[in-house]
């Protein structure tokens, strides 16, 4: 391994690097774009986080679900229901076919994040901050670049889509029209999961909605570029969603991995499916009945992977008047008292923000 890489320098100075990458504004991208071959030492990740790099040989499958009928027959119905408990439980994950999202519409999706990404760089440019708190559509490179212990081979657009949807003008003209689509198209599919996972909670169907867990909507558009030294990085490290609810399409290429009983599993991509995870939030008000699964993605030689995630749940801008989350009272019991406290989604946010995708709980932090 060439010294540029190794962990000997004493003259290393991660923030001022840290600094330079940020101040081109042009993303992991443009260091490819440069040419490069040795990935800057910001981007090398602790060795023993990711061994196990899961290669399909993990025991475990994540489980696929068919929603077709789902609203219709009342037996496909419960029998549906049963299986996201069990995948709630166990995984925190699944997939979903046959969701009611047509093919085209998600392979336009697909492409229009790519469009974003690969333009100019001088126009993409004027896109690039990291203003969350006042801006509902951004692009950058690694929310967490400061506090993270080392940065992902990722950039990502960033767009605030509910309760307030952002002027249309504040979208990108390339991939605009296909935002505001697919955002309503995949609100659609979240109700009906939020619907059947109150059922798999033993709640009313309309019990997640009433509490508002459909109202906030944050989309981001990942791309990852093609690395030439994966085996050094991660596309995204080790961690668990800060949503309710996460609606992913992912495209072709793979690299998603879930992790269960300490084995790291792949999310094997199949084409016209959606994955679908729990977050921290649903697990805290869940008091840890249904878990937020920690997962990853895996650096690759090819590329560029890209990634649509819908986290449903409102952003720093958008709670008002801010409303209170702890764990379902119907869910506690003299045998099953309170795990968290009461705290809103901007609450869990500063925190989760604060320390960045490193790897551990952002929940435990609010523990009683």
Not at 32 to 58: C, M
Not at 183 to 195: H, I, N, W
Not at 337 to 345: A, F, G, S
């Amino acid at each position: 391994m060439a010294s540029s890489n190794s962990g000997t320098e004493l003259n290393y100075d991660r923030k001022s690097e840290l600094r330079a990458f940020d101040d081109t504004k042009a993303g992991v991208k443009g260091l490819v774009d440069a040419g490069l071959t040795k990935i800057p030492r910001i981007f090398i990740h602790d060795q023993l986080k990711f061994s196990n790099s899961g290669s399909g040989d993990s025991r475990f499958t994540i489980p696929v679900i068919d929603l077709d009928g789902v609203n219709e027959d009342a037996s496909l119905r419960s029998k549906v229901i049963n299986q996201i408990q069990n995948a709630c439980q166990k995984w925190g994950f699944f997939q979903v076919v046959n969701h009611g999202i047509p093919i085209y519409v998600l392979d336009e999706m697909i492409d229009g994040i790519r469009r974003f990404h690969e333009q100019d760089t001088e126009v993409k440019k004027k896109s690039y901050t990291r203003d969350y708190q006042n801006r509902k559509v951004l692009y950058n490179s690694n929310f967490d670049l400061y506090v993270a212990p080392a940065a992902n081979w990722r950039d990502t657009l960033s767009c605030v889509m509910a309760p307030t949807a952002p002027n249309s003008e504040e979208l990108p003209e390339l991939c605009r029209d296909i935002i505001i689509d697919y955002s309503k198209k995949t609100t659609g599919l979240a109700l009906t999961l939020f619907e059947l996972i109150s059922e798999a909670l033993g709640l009313s169907p309309s019990h997640l909605k009433d509490i508002g867990c459909a109202e906030g909507l944050f989309l981001l558009g990942h791309y990852y570029p093609a690395c030439s030294e994966p085996e050094l990085t991660m596309g995204t490290g080790s961690h668990a969603d800060s949503s309710f609810l996460t609606v992913l399409l992912q495209d072709t290429l793979g690299g998603l991995q879930v992790l269960c009983e300490n084995e790291w599993a792949d999310v094997t991509p199949i084409r016209g499916s959606l994955v679908v995870n729990l977050g921290d939030m649903l697990q805290l008000i869940s008091n840890d009945k249904f878990k937020s699964s920690n997962h990853r993605v895996l650096a690759k030689a090819v590329g560029p992977r890209i990634s649509v995630a819908c986290f449903f749940r409102s952003h720093f801008q958008s709670e008002n008047p801010p409303r209170l989350y702890g764990p379902i009272k119907e869910l506690l019991s003299e045998a099953n008292p309170p795990v968290y406290r009461e705290i809103t989604v901007r609450e869990y946010l500063l925190h989760s923000y604060s320390i960045g995708l490193d790897g551990t709980s952002a929940l435990d932090y609010f523990k009683i």
